[in-house]
């Protein structure tokens, strides 16, 4: 049998890629640090002082946005600080647990850290002064699957970053 | 670069035309579920000249292990033949190949000269005693023979199922390392199979949920390089991305195109608020498509363009609502005990696909338009985020194993349930898109 072939010419590109740099990026994350001087925890100005005394986070029931008590002390004294130390700003982060989808769960972390600073504006602290950025569940604290960690990795941190300094 | 061209064998186009058209008595219903897979031999390949026996080898085994890997079709090992295939123009023994029961035969020829890889293969039909439409060759380039092994299994699959195939596509994912409190992620793309993984990204910056443009050139994704979730569009050739959208105080996040290739459908959050809204990457107009307290995310058109399917929890739970692509009322769909999220329109436009969240599992399944005959193809501690082979017959979908050395792998099933099977990458590996089959 002879074989006689009729080219369709159906051609393709292939993509070769490379690697691309992405320029860096923002130098918070999980553990609420920025590139700040955080100073001693005994200056009550000092940033160390908010993360460590008045404390950074507040912690969210499942799938909820809503500010327990204890989270509206927290705020409360959060607030307070930052009216007194008009230097800074600051960066509310929103996270979720791992039990549930990645999309919902920025969305999810995007509520909490909005109910932060909305707390924070009806205590006197400028609209300005306050972003939110949610990390959804790309950031968990704790790793275990259990209630335990889930409980501390639902949370919010407020990351104080210099007025200064843009 | 490679370039792949496609021509029929045996002379005349008229015939081939008729060949195609009576398809024989062989012949896969996917649909209805295979339980016993279709006996099929592949004898390596006829190597001509000393330097196409490797390649020729190769090619012949990846073509049937693409076929066996669908669950639709089992290879009778070559231990098995009574009859060698020496020269691909001589007739059939159609006697021996019933003899050791392979219902399809495919056979070929390999040939190297230079830079240029020639196949060509056919098709029969065993117990009828017929070739199985028309023979046809693919050339190339000799380091392309991956893609033309995928798509001479392509053309088996479809000749034999009736339907379109999947083999010559690729998968863009979410590359990972590191434990789960300290992960980098980075974009990758490869092959459907796990083979030929490139690096799109680096790990500086969290990026997520990769997706496909309808030509499979571009590719959307989530990047947390300005600090801030943005969508970004990425050319894949080229490796050159920029962000899309980019307003202080906001988020963007979920990107996906509409089948025009152009308008891009995501979640922002504003003011507030989750909501989904469209952008023209052209000209940068945006419009709001949901205005509600609820989180309303991971849109997805259907292939006509004409409507989006997308998780709302304006009910109180993530719930699966269809609306039209401009926007206005939204009709709920699932209605099952638990949670669904991240829906996913076919591209036959029969069925979505979600995630399922109930009694602490997660499940992906699929649905029909209108939400009846919810089907849950599978079970696990976390299992999320479905995308479709181009023909909307398989799924692939990211697996979670528990607790604090929990990692993510790629798997993929059937839209029966059949046919789990792992994909295999060099890393830990998430959030998985199908492209369309290349052309």
């Known amino acids: 049998m002879t074989i006689l072939s009729k080219l369709l010419a159906v051609s393709l590109v292939l993509g070769i890629a490379g690697c691309t740099n992405a320029t860096g990026g923002f130098g918070s994350g999980s553990d609420g640090s920025s590139n700040l001087d955080a100073g001693l925890v005994s200056d009550q100005t000092s940033p160390a002082y908010f993360q460590k005394a008045i404390g950074d986070r507040v912690l969210f029931p499942v799938d909820q946005a809503t500010l327990t008590d204890e989270a509206r002390t927290i705020l409360v004294a959060q607030a307070d600080w930052m009216s007194l130390n008009t230097d800074y700003k600051a960066i509310i982060e929103g996270h979720a647990d791992e039990q549930g989808t990645r999309e919902y769960n920025i969305g999810l972390g995007a509520r909490r850290a909005d109910a932060v600073r909305e707390f924070l504006i009806s205590r006197g602290v400028a609209g300005n002064r306050l972003q939110v950025v949610s990390y959804g569940k790309e950031r968990p604290l704790e790793i275990c699957s259990e209630e335990s960690c889930y409980s501390k990795n639902r949370r919010s941190v407020t990351v104080l970053a210099s007025n200064l300094t843009g | 670069m490679m370039k792949v061209l496609v021509g029929i064998l045996a002379g005349l186009v008229l015939m081939s035309a008729q060949a195609m058209a009576q398809s024989g008595p062989l012949r896969i219903e996917i649909t209805e579920g295979v339980i016993e897979p279709l006996p099929f031999a592949v004898p390596d390949f006829v190597p001509d000249g000393a330097s196409a026996s490797e390649i020729s080898a190769q090619l012949s085994r990846l073509v049937a292990s693409d076929l066996s890997g669908t669950g639709l079709f089992r290879e009778v090992p070559a231990s098995a033949y009574i009859s060698k295939v020496t020269d691909f123009s001589a007739p059939v023994q159609y006697a021996d190949w019933k003899a050791i029961n392979a219902q399809a035969l495919i056979t070929g020829s390999v040939k190297v000269s230079g830079s240029r890889l020639t196949v060509q293969f056919r098709i029969y039909d065993v117990f009828s005693g017929d070739e199985l439409g028309t023979g046809l060759q693919f050339v190339g380039a000799p380091d392309g023979w991956r893609r033309m092994a995928h798509k001479v299994a392509d053309v088996v699959y479809s000749r034999i199922t009736g339907e379109g195939s999947y083999f010559d596509s690729r998968v863009v994912f979410v590359s990972e390392t590191g434990p789960k409190n300290d992960r980098h992620k980075r974009l990758a793309i490869m092959d459907y199979d796990g083979a030929n993984v490139q690096y799109l ?239």
Request: charged share 25%.
């Open chain 2, 201 to 439: 990204t680096d790990s500086a910056a969290i990026v997520l949920a990769p997706r496909f443009s309808p030509t499979g050139d571009r590719v959307l994704y989530t990047s947390y390089e300005t600090g801030f979730p943005r969508i970004y569009v990425l050319d894949v050739g080229k490796v050159e991305r920029r962000v899309l959208e980019e307003q202080d105080g906001t988020m963007s996040f979920a990107p996906r195109f509409a089948p025009d290739g152009r308008t891009v459908v995501y979640s922002l959050y504003k003011g507030g608020t989750t909501d989904i809204y469209t952008l023209d990457i052209n000209n940068g107009k945006s419009k709001r498509l949901t205005n509600a307290t609820s989180i309303d995310t991971a849109p997805s058109y259907s292939p006509d363009g004409k409507q989006i399917v997308f998780e709302s929890d304006r009910s109180g739970t993530q719930q699966l609502y269809i609306m039209s692509a401009s926007g206005g009322e939204a009709r709920r769909i699932s209605f099952g005990q638990g949670r669904y999220g991240t829906p996913v329109w076919s591209p036959r436009g029969d069925l979505i696909a979600f995630t399922k969240q109930s009694k602490g599992r997660f499940h992906i399944g699929v649905m029909r338009v209108d939400g009846s005959e919810e089907r849950l193809l599978t079970a696990s501690f976390l299992d999320e985020g479905p995308t479709w082979a181009p023909n909307g017959r398989v799924i692939m979908f990211t697996r979670e194993t528990q607790g604090a050395k929990g990692r993510a792998s790629l798997y993929s099933v059937d839209i029966t349930g059949r046919n789990l099977r792992p994909v295999r990458t060099p890393e830990g590996a998430s959030d998985p898109a199908w492209s369309p089959l290349q052309k």
